[in-house]
C-alpha cells in the first residue's frame, strides 16, 4: 500500500477516535463519573478543544439557553464537514 494511501486512512482513523470520544461523552454526561479518573479525564481532554468552541458559538452567538446541550451533534457535524469537504479533497490532490 503506497504511503500516500496510508497517510490517508490514518487520518480517517483520527477523524473516527474523536468521534467515538465524542459519543463516549455523551454517555458520561448521563452518568456523571468520577472527573479524576484517568480515562475520564483523557476524554474531556481530548474532546473540550472540540466542544468549547461550538458550545460557545451556540450558546453566546447564536443565543440558544436551552437545558439540552447541542454541541456534539454539531461538532461531529463539523468535524465530519471539514474532514470529508476539505482536508480529504486537499489531501488528494497534493499526495496523487
Known sequence: MPLSVSIIE????LVRFIE???FVRIIFSWINPNPHNPIVAF?????EPILGPVRNLIYNKLGYSGMIDFSPIV???LLNII????VLPLLISLLF
Open 10 to 13: 490514518a487520518l480517517n482513523y
Open 20 to 22: 467515538l470520544l465524542v
Open 43 to 47: 476524554v474531556y481532554n481530548v474532546t
Open 75 to 77: 461538532a461531529i457535524f
Open 83 to 86: 474532514y470529508g469537504r476539505l
